[in-house]
C-alpha cells in the first residue's frame, strides 16, 4: 500500500503540497461546474426557443476563463516574482492587469456576439436569433459574469499571498468554476431582453447599438493608452481572444447540432460545462505552470519537454482519469437529484473517459507547445497560452464529446 501511495505521489508530482492544492481547486471547480449543468438543464424551454442560445454557451464559458485565466496567470507570476501589490492606482501592475481584462471582457463579448451570429447563419443553425439578439445576449450576460470572476481572481490573488498558495495550482480550475456558474445564469438572465421566439425586441435592439458603440471606446481608448503594460496586454490577448472565440464558437455549433439528443437526456446538457469546465481546468493549470516557470527560467521552452516541464505534464495526465470519472458520475447523479432523463452512470462515465481521454492529450500538446511558440514570437505566454489552450480544446472537445455520445449509440 505504501508502495502504492509513493508511485501515486510521483505520478502527481515532487510537491505535496502543489499537489494538494490542485486537487482540491479541481474538486471545487466540479462542483461549480454541476450546479452550471443543472442550470443548462433547467433551461430546455429557453434553448429550444432560442435557436443559438446553446451555441454560445461553451464559448462564453470559455471566454471568462480566457480573460481572467490570463489574468489569474499574469499575477500568478507576479507574485513569484515580487511585483504584486493591490492597488487602486492605474499605473501598477496590479492596476493595468485589472482594466485590461476588464477593457477585454467588453471587446470580447461584443466579438463573440457578432459571430455567434455569422456562424449560426453559415451553419445553417434553424430559425437562429437575429444580430442584435446575440450582442445582448453575450454581452449583458458576459458582463454581468466578467464583474464576479474578476472579483474572485483579485480575491484568490490577494488570498495566495497571505496563505502561500501558489496561484498557478488554484487560479484556472476556479476560475473556470465561477465561470461556469455564474456565466450561465448571467446569459439566461441576459436572454430575458430578448423575444421568446429569438427576435429582437425593442430592449435588445437599443442594448445592440449602445454595445457596439461602447466595445468601439474601449477599444481605441485601450490601443492609444498611455499605461504601457495594459496597451501591451490589449494589443496581444485582442488576436488571440479573436481567434480563441472563434474556435469556440465553431465548437459550439457542433454541440447545438446535436440540442435534439441534449434535451432528449437532459443528463448530456448537466455533462456539458462540467467536462468543458474540467478539460479547460486542466489545460489552464499546465499553462500557468509552464508560464511562470519560463519566467522564472526553470523551463526552456525547447522542442522536446525537459524534465521540469515533463513532471508538470505527467501531473496533468494523471489527474485526468479521476476527474473525467468524477465528471460522469457528478452528472449521472444530477440527473437524478432533479429527475432528469440519463442514459445510465455506466454510460455517463464512459462518455466523459471516451471524450477526456482525446481532451486530455490537445491540453499536454497545446498548452506546452502554444507556451513554446509564444516564448518564440516574443508574446508573454501567461497571456496567450491559456486562451489558445482552451479555445483549441473547445473545438477538440466538442467533437470527441459528441462522438463518444454517438459511439455508445446514445445520440441521433
Known amino acids: 500500500m505504501r508502495t502504492f501511495a509513493r508511485r501515486?505521489?510521483?505520478?502527481?508530482?515532487?510537491?505535496?503540497a502543489a499537489v494538494a492544492q490542485s486537487g482540491t481547486a479541481l474538486i471545487i471547480s466540479l462542483a461549480a461546474t454541476l450546479v452550471a449543468g443543472l442550470t443548462l438543464a433547467s433551461a430546455e424551454d429557453r434553448l429550444s426557443d432560442l435557436p443559438g442560445l446553446l451555441l454560445l454557451v461553451p464559448a462564453a464559458i470559455a471566454q471568462r476563463g480566457n480573460v481572467f485565466g490570463a489574468l489569474g496567470s499574469r499575477l500568478g507570476t507576479a507574485?513569484?516574482?515580487?511585483?504584486?501589490?493591490i492597488s487602486r492606482r492605474p499605473d501598477t501592475v496590479f492596476g493595468q492587469n485589472v482594466l485590461a481584462s476588464l477593457g477585454l471582457s467588453v471587446i470580447a463579448a461584443t466579438w463573440l456576439g457578432f459571430v455567434a451570429w455569422v456562424l449560426a447563419n453559415i451553419f445553417g443553425v434553424n430559425n437562429a436569433m437575429g444580430a442584435f439578439d446575440f450582442l445582448t445576449i453575450s454581452v449583458v450576460g458576459g458582463v454581468m459574469a466578467s464583474v464576479i470572476v474578476l472579483g474572485i481572481t483579485v480575491a484568490l490573488a490577494a488570498g495566495s499571498t497571505r496563505f502561500g498558495w501558489d496561484l498557478d495550482n488554484v487560479i484556472a480550475p476556479l476560475v473556470t468554476g465561477t465561470g461556469d456558474l455564474v456565466t450561465l445564469p448571467a446569459l439566461l438572465i441576459a436572454s430575458m431582453l430578448v423575444g421568446s421566439d429569438g427576435s429582437a425586441a425593442g430592449a435588445s435592439r437599443a442594448i445592440g447599438v449602445v454595445?457596439?458603440?461602447?466595445?468601439v471606446v474601449v477599444l481605441i481608448?485601450?490601443?492609444?493608452?498611455?499605461?504601457?503594460?495594459?496597451?501591451?496586454?490589449?494589443?496581444?490577448?485582442?488576436?488571440?481572444l479573436g481567434l480563441a472565440s472563434l474556435i469556440s464558437l465553431i465548437a459550439g455549433i457542433v454541440v447545438e447540432n446535436q440540442l435534439r439528443t441534449f434535451l432528449d437526456q437532459p443528463a448530456l446538457l448537466i455533462l456539458v460545462p462540467a467536462y468543458f469546465g474540467m478539460a479547460g481546468a486542466l489545460g489552464g493549470i499546465l499553462?500557468?505552470?509552464l508560464g511562470s516557470k519560463v519566467h522564472l527560467g526553470l523551463v526552456q521552452p525547447k522542442a522536446l519537454p525537459q524534465r521540469e516541464a515533463l513532471l508538470d505534464i505527467r501531473s496533468v495526465a494523471a489527474l485526468a482519469v479521476p476527474i473525467f470519472v468524477s465528471v460522469g458520475l457528478a452528472a449521472h447523479l444530477g440527473s437524478l437529484i432533479v429527475r432528469a432523463g440519463s442514459p445510465g452512470a455506466g454510460s455517463m462515465v464512459a462518455i466523459a473517459l471516451l471524450a477526456g481521454f482525446g481532451a486530455t492529450l490537445v491540453v499536454l500538446g497545446v498548452a506546452y507547445y502554444g507556451t513554446l511558440a509564444a516564448v518564440r514570437l516574443g508574446l508573454d505566454p501567461d497571456t496567450a497560452t491559456i486562451p489558445l489552450t482552451n479555445s483549441v480544446l473547445d473545438l477538440v472537445g466538442a467533437f470527441t464529446l459528441v462522438g463518444a455520445i454517438l459511439a455508445l449509440g446514445i445520440g441521433a
Open 8 to 16: 501515486l505521489v510521483r505520478i502527481l508530482g515532487p510537491d505535496p
Open 79 to 85: 507574485i513569484h516574482t515580487g511585483e504584486f501589490n
Open 211 to 215: 454595445v457596439l458603440v461602447v466595445a
Open 221 to 240: 481608448s485601450s490601443l492609444r493608452n498611455a499605461l504601457p503594460l495594459l496597451r501591451r496586454i490589449v494589443l496581444e490577448s485582442l488576436p488571440v
Open 287 to 289: 499553462s500557468s505552470r
